[in-house]
């Protein structure tokens, strides 16, 4: 391979400046047949593919080009990323069935219709979504997707007719545009001449964050079941339009690696709903496609091993949950133009034509095992349907006080298709009352069962202990969401819901000349409280419970309860009521007034058990030694969620700081010992003058070894093992003791400022860590604490289960006159934790107030 990688590397560079036919006979089979009237990528961009990263508006421009010159292709955009970039899908089939495409994608979605019976096929077509580049700095697979369009659009020999008759193309060349650009930009900018393929050169190494993520520093190809991000969003709105057949998801890997493509790894590493004719079937069956197209020129791989197709948010994954072939590849990576391996130099342009073979061997095989794809989609839902009925019932849930979290929660379920109804009565299931109008109902019996296991069941046993990601994803657990399993014959009544439907519960209240009250259960009140501080109100919170009259009759009001007086304000009572309107509509959630602040129950407004609200000013320390996951789902929250400004500063300046002018500093996962003593110091006495460090997961960690609190760790679990073991099985027994990514069940104080808003003691939480931390000696300080018996879904160890029975995943220590609130437990993973997210939020705004219970 050594020799095979440098002489398909040089013989590249040697060809490339000779023209067009030169390039096309590196990429293609030298039988292939172009159109001339149809410019390769080459001689639109203007350099060979290969030689440059091309940046994304000109892939984007190239795939327009193709759509204008030949009626094979026609460009749909389907959204915008953050920065504005263009999400583009090229269709790409014959002019015949371009003339009747509609009607082709209607006579599909027939097939994914359980309800519809099959017989004549052949008038059918596999629908083929080939992705690319989920992640932006592994690159090629954008380029091999401008190769590919050029292939299917410009083509004039057998096979590609062929195709094009009996496939629609549909070419995402890049599921990550924002971070393809970031990652390019890099790579061009430092490209050197001659290039320098030295692994340590500047172009092989990006500046934090990298081009891997999102705008928001997010993965998006863990996004495609929490749907937190646009590009997601807009994917999958796209992707239940078509229902493809088979779905590609273009990756690379590290430099001294070969190639990858599945079947991935048998059994341990397969989602446990998906039914075992497509690991055992499609997958071998395409795998013969690509080893023969792989073996044909000369490229080495492996199958079986290390990836997995196991957690539901993957673009591999995904697919194989709706009746598809999701398939991942991966390609030892380049990492920019040419750089140094094990075997030999790896050229970006061998990166490409690999990724560019086995997309060409994908559409190969849709068109070859078409009957057997069409056939298979149509038994996945018929089956799905038939399991669904055989389990009966289905899943009741809903929270009485948070309208909010219900919404974002009903908002997820119907984005991936799951048919969900409001129920019209309340229904009492295990003990626990879901009220009508704020209760929901989703029916086992229908084709999206399969997402519903995804959505509801908890997993505890599993076939491996080894994970490449998360072991555990109910969704419902993260949206600590109350829910419980009907096992009834019956189906409940309710309204079936859409999108359409979701609309908030803001409602406009009357104008007072005494106060306002906002509860704090929504989840979206720090929305609106946000809003109210950066208009200069005063904004208390109450530390009690009370009842009281209200413009809607007497109401009660919990802890966290948001009062706005309007006599102390500095603004008329008109522009108060304005800015209550403004805030409470923003964030889709009511508000109450009151004409006297005498309550029914409880503490009078006037009580000292009201603190006023100072309004958070938020540094958060990013960069070279931080965790850029954590600190862009901090980010992210606050922008989304809150619409509150975050102040982002690389730890390189933390020396230009002047710490008077924020309130509150973040400390996400990272190494902070390289700030120095003098700016620890200095961050010490901000804290005891008043200032709130938040710290989360091994940032926490950092905090209690350094002694920066006076909190301690909880025991290390011991892992027994024999005396002697065998070398090859050292992965398997130390990843077995790792946390990978589980959720449990914990309790949290609602009386305390950290848990305002929580009206149930019992809160799931999400960890996919070793850092135990023992409870505060401060009896008041642990916030959030593991139960005795905790693991609510996912895999742990059972050493590491007995050492986390009741270790603290929150605790508030107060230093001085300000605070330092540990996290021992990421509350916005992957911007789907919508249950602990308040955790954090009230950190932001009341974290200066815990230090004086």
Do not use: C
């Amino acid at each position: 391979m050594k020799n095979l990688v440098l002489v398909l590397s040089l013989a590249l560079m040697a060809l490339l400046p000779k023209g067009l036919q030169a390039q096309n006979d590196y990429f293609f089979d030298r039988n292939a047949r172009f159109d001339p009237k149809i410019p390769s990528p080459e001689k639109y961009l203007g350099y060979p593919v290969g030689t440059l990263h091309t940046r994304h508006d000109a892939i984007v421009s190239y795939m327009r080009e193709l759509a204008r010159l030949s009626d094979r292709a026609v460009l749909d955009t389907i959204g915008e990323t953050y920065e504005h970039r263009q999400q583009v899908v090229l269709k790409v089939t014959s002019p015949q069935n371009h003339r009747r495409l509609e009607e082709i994608r209607v006579n599909h979605l027939r097939i994914a219709d359980p309800n519809q019976e099959l017989s004549d096929l052949s008038d059918q077509k596999s629908v083929v979504l080939l992705g690319f580049s989920v992640h932006g700095n592994e690159p090629s697979g954008s380029e091999a997707a401008l190769l590919t369009a050029y292939y299917y659009v410009a083509g004039m020999h057998a096979e590609v007719r062929e195709a094009l008759d009996e496939a629609v193309l549909l070419i995402d060349p890049a599921f990550n545009p924002d971070g393809r650009d970031r990652h390019s930009t890099w790579a061009n900018a430092y490209k050197g001449d001659p290039m320098v393929s030295d692994p340590i050169d500047a172009e092989h190494n990006e500046m934090w964050p990298g081009g891997r993520t999102n705008h928001y520093w997010f993965d998006l190809n863990r996004d495609w079941l929490p749907l937190a991000h646009v590009e997601s969003q807009n994917r999958i709105e796209y992707y239940h339009k078509w229902y493809p057949n088979v779905v590609t998801d273009f990756h690379e890997m590290g430099t001294n690696s070969t190639y990858f493509f599945e079947p991935t790894k048998p059994f341990g590493s397969e989602n446990p709903v998906v039914p075992r004719d497509n690991y055992d079937g499609l997958n071998n069956l395409f795998a013969g496609y690509f080893h023969e197209a792989l073996d044909e020129i000369g490229s080495l791989y492996f199958t079986k091993e290390q990836y997995d197709n196991s957690y539901p948010g993957y673009g591999s994954t995904y697919p194989d949950i709706h009746g598809a072939l999701g398939l991942v590849f991966e390609q030892a990576s380049s990492r920019g133009h040419l750089q140094d391996s094990r075997m030999g130099k790896v050229a970006f342009a061998f990166t490409i034509k690999n990724h560019l073979t086995t997309s060409l061997a994908t559409v190969r095989a849709s068109v070859g095992e078409k009957e057997t794809l069409l056939r298979h989609m149509s038994n996945y839902f018929k089956t799905a349907v038939e399991e669904g009925k055989a389990v009966g019932g289905g899943w009741v849930f809903g929270d009485a006080h948070d309208d909010g979290r219900n919404e974002a929660f009903l908002d997820l379920l119907l984005r991936h298709r799951i048919a969900t109804f409001k129920l019209e009565e309340p229904i009492t299931l295990n003990g626990k009352t879901f009220e009508d109008g704020k209760a929901f109902y989703v029916p086992n019996a229908q084709k999206q069962y399969r997402m519903v296991r995804t959505m509801f069941e908890k997993v505890t046993n599993f076939y491996d202990s080894i994970f490449y990601d998360a072991s555990a994803w109910t969704a419902a657990l993260s949206y600590n969401m109350p829910y419980e399993n009907y096992s009834g014959k019956i189906n409940l009544q309710g309204v079936q819901l859409s999108r359409a439907d979701l609309q908030g519960t803001y409602q406009s209240v009357n104008q007072t000349d005494y106060a306002y009250l906002i509860p704090w259960d929504e989840y979206y009140s720090p929305k609106a409280l946000n809003y109210l501080l950066s208009k200069g109100l005063y904004v208390n919170t109450a530390f009690k419970p009370f009842s009281i009259e209200t413009n809607d009759g007497v109401k009660s009001f919990s802890y966290g309860t948001l009062m706005i007086p309007v006599k102390r304000q500095e603004v008329s009572a008109s522009m108060v009521h304005a800015y209550i309107e403004e805030a409470t509509e923003l964030a889709g959630i009511p508000a109450y007034s009151v004409q006297s602040g005498f309550s029914q129950s409880g503490v009078d407004l006037g009580s000292g058990n009201f603190r006023t609200i100072q309004k958070p000013k938020v540094l958060m320390l990013v960069g070279s030694g931080t965790s850029s996951y954590e600190a862009g789902e901090v980010w992210h929250l606050l922008d989304s969620k809150v619409g509150m400004p975050i102040t982002k500063v690389s730890t390189n300046n933390v020396n230009r700081i002047n710490w008077s002018n924020y309130n509150t500093l973040i400390l996400v996962s990272g190494n902070y010992s390289s700030l120095g003593e003098g700016t620890l110091n200095e961050i010490k006495s901000w804290v005891r003058s008043g200032g709130t460090v938040i710290t989360i997961k091994s940032a926490t960690s950092w905090a209690i070894s350094s002694k920066f609190v006076n909190e301690a760790f909880g025991d290390s679990p011991e892992h027994e093992t024999d005396d002697r073991l065998d070398y090859v099985t050292a992965r398997d027994v130390r990843g077995s003791t790792a946390i990978g990514g589980s959720m449990y069940q914990a309790d949290v104080d609602i009386t305390h400022p950290l848990g305002f808003g929580y009206t149930r003691r019992d809160i799931p939480v999400y960890r996919n860590h070793t850092i135990f931390m023992a409870p505060s000696e401060n009896p008041f300080s642990t916030v959030v604490q593991y139960t005795e018996n905790p693991l609510l879904s996912g895999y742990v160890n059972s050493a590491n289960l007995e050492k986390l029975r009741g270790t603290a995943s929150l605790i508030a220590s107060g230093i001085g006159r300000g605070s330092v609130i540990l996290f021992a437990d990421n509350p916005n993973f992957r911007g789907m934790w919508y249950g602990t997210n308040k955790l954090l939020l009230n950190a932001i705004f009341f974290g200066n107030m815990v230090s004086r219970p």
